[in-house]
């Protein structure tokens, strides 16, 4: 049964809240309301503000109702966590082949969802609160996005399930983060001598080649999107991460999502054009302080210069400029993404499965499937043959993408 939350006035005493703490969960847009003033004065990520949330993150047809814990102590909020509950097709993947989805619902917390007190005893309780409404039938499964390996949420939600309904297939990545000085010239010692040669080599060749047609636009503000995103299209229809469904792709969505962020002053659409024409781009939030990088691709007919790596280094050069303190790159691997980041931090998505047959079934699905792709990988990497399948199969789905 779905439980709204209570007025603090009226909570009745449970185990938690003799000792002063209460949990209340909203599960509506007007509890959602009542709590916006103590969600917006926390310090949150770009994907847990509560507007980006209302107005792009809970707006798609698999959105079912919001879902945010909060932690209250003798009556004062202390901690939040934000998610929301949605119909998802829960699919696994051997390699590059992807299984057929499993119709399910889910609870999925957002990325940097656990706003204030993020203690060991706020975290349980959220976790402990998780897991009742899994048992409660609410969800066939529970996600957490990349929290923090080591922290208390991740600790938790790893080892507090049971047997039948605990994540055993973790993988820890890392995310990697640039820390940005004030001059840009002390962004190059930082890289290797080997990089640095690179950058200069290629970035002297692509001035010689263009001389005078080499141009970087940015383009932040609502009227401007009608014109960036045919251009930002053209070039990603090409790479190979269309080819595998990801990436930026103009839809609905998507412009939805653009127009919040310019909107909200947030959008930065970064364009670098050789000869008048679009060759890469560099779409992300400028948040907090925090440039949130959100897609990097070129077109592959101008990868002898590197259009991609030369697009960042003008953009970090403007950063450095203007203040920005840091570049967040994201969840995901990436070369650039380890030659650039200089402050990594390991993160990994934590699943807890409802103690139900359908829950077991999901468990049983992904775990065999993931457990089945790390020894391939496993045997491919012994075999130094990881890195040519990658490179062949990006290859080949960037030349299909093109194709079309």
Known sequence: MIQSIPDPAAVQPSASAVSGVAVRVARTFAEIEAIREIWSGWKSHR?????????FVWSGEEFIRPHVIAIYRDGQ?????????????????????RLPGIPSH?????????????SDENSSEIVKSIMASLREGEADVAVLDHPRVGSALYEGALRAPGFATRDRLQKPAVHYMMRLPADMKDVYPALSANHRSDLKRKAKKLAADHQGRVKVCCYREPGELDDVIPQVEEIAKKTYQRGL?????????MRRRLRLCAEK????????????????FWIGTLYQGSFCSDYLAFDPRFSAY???TFLLMQVVEEFCRAGVKEIDFGPGEGRYKEQFGNSPSMEASVWIYSPTLKGLLVNTVRTTAGLIDDTMRKILERTNVLPKVKKLWRERLAGRSSEQ
């Open 306 to 308: 590197s259009p991609g």
């Open 245 to 253: 469904g990801v990436g930026f792709q103009d839809n609905e969505g």
């Open 47 to 55: 994907d847990s503000n509560v507007d980006f949330c209302l107005q």
């Open 77 to 97: 909020p202390e901690a939040m966590l934000v998610g929301r509950l949605e119909r998802v097709r829960i699919t696994s993947k051997i390699g590059y082949l």
């Open 265 to 280: 002053g947030w959008l930065r659409i970064y364009v670098l054009h050789l000869s008048d024409t679009p060759c890469a």
């Open 106 to 118: 889910a609870l999925l917390f957002s990325y940097g969802g656990l706003l204030g007190n993020a």
